[in-house]
């Protein structure tokens, strides 16, 4: 064989594995497998309750159930994110999060989030938290620059700006309200965490232990006017001559995590 033929056998060689491996990948991509795999676990486990089950009606059901898992629909999943995203600001059109194509088992997503309960994925989506590129479907881009667990979340904490920005972007994500009075603003989101977890109000004590060095100026000042003004109101005449829904009143401003529900309040003082 001549040293042409060889070159050209190689390159032809060469060329089908690359060309059977692209065709693999658009017509069986790994996503898909992912989704194949999730059925087939749902399959059996349905099986095994539809054999176990006695009521006609239960069985009608799950066989129904059955069959739509034998013959699943393999699907791209994702959610239309709001926001003002394009070309002319280096953003790909409409943000989407497309994670639930692949992470599509609910169950195993509410588990590892165990402590999110009240968090609305179906608006925010998982990226806001996480990280790495919604729109992605190939494993490696789509995990590109992701935060996988709460520790790597709370470590991009570097500056309060980072926290602004998360509160910015889950004010940028909520749908609009018809009423311009009701549309959330970046504030309306200082209840959750970088982690999307609630923020938990830990105690003016703990807080103190690093602001303290960065800022002790601006500590020492708030200890003595805003630390210190519940004290003044326990004793101002009002208070004392007013009644339980009068003293609500006074206990919204002057304490910290105050409850209306309950009435009950984290710490004195504004912190």
């Known amino acids: 064989m001549s040293l042409q033929r060889l070159i050209f056998f190689v390159l ?7 060309t059977s491996m692209w065709l693999k990948d658009e017509f069986r991509p790994k996503w898909m497998e ?28 799950l066989g129904k159930r059955l ?39 609910e169950n195993k997503l509410k588990a590892a989030h165990p ?24 494993e490696e881009v789509a995990h590109e620059g992701m935060y996988y667990h709460k520790r790597q979340m709370e470590m991009r904490l570097t500056s309060a700006e980072t926290m602004f920005g998360f509160w910015n972007e889950l004010a940028t ?12 603003e970046m504030g309306d989101f200082k209840k959750y965490s970088i982690t999307g977890d609630k923020a938990i109000y830990v105690g003016s004590q703990k807080c103190l232990k690093c602001h303290k060095g960065l800022t002790s100026p601006h500590v020492e000042r708030w200890q003595r006017i805003k630390f210190k003004t ?31 529900s309950t009435g009950k309040y984290s710490e004195e003082g504004v912190t």
């Not at 032809?12 to 690359?18: G, K, P, V, W």
């Not at 749908?175 to 959330?184: A, F, G, I, T, W």
Request: net charge negative; with cysteine.
């Open 12 to 18: 032809s060689a060469l060329f089908f594995i690359s």
């Open 34 to 61: 992912f989704q194949k795999k999730y059925y087939e676990e749902q399959a059996v486990k349905v099986e095994k309750e539809f054999e176990a089950a006695t009521a006609a009606k239960d069985k009608e059901l």
């Open 67 to 105: 069959a739509s898992l034998k013959r699943p629909i393999y699907e791209i999943k994702q959610i239309l994110l709001k926001g003002d995203y394009s070309w002319s600001k280096q953003q790909n059109g409409d943000k989407v999060d497309r994670c639930m194509t692949c992470h599509i088992d």
């Open 115 to 138: 402590n999110v309960k009240d968090f609305p994925f179906d608006i925010y989506g998982c990226t806001v938290c996480h990280g790495g590129i919604g729109r992605a479907l190939g």
């Open 173 to 184: 994500l909520t749908p609009e309200e018809s009423d311009p009075n009701q549309r959330l």
């Open 230 to 260: 519940f004290e003044r109101v326990k004793e101002a005449p009002d208070y004392l001559a007013g009644n339980d829904e009068y003293r609500k009143k006074c206990l919204e401003c002057h304490t910290t995590g105050y409850d209306e």
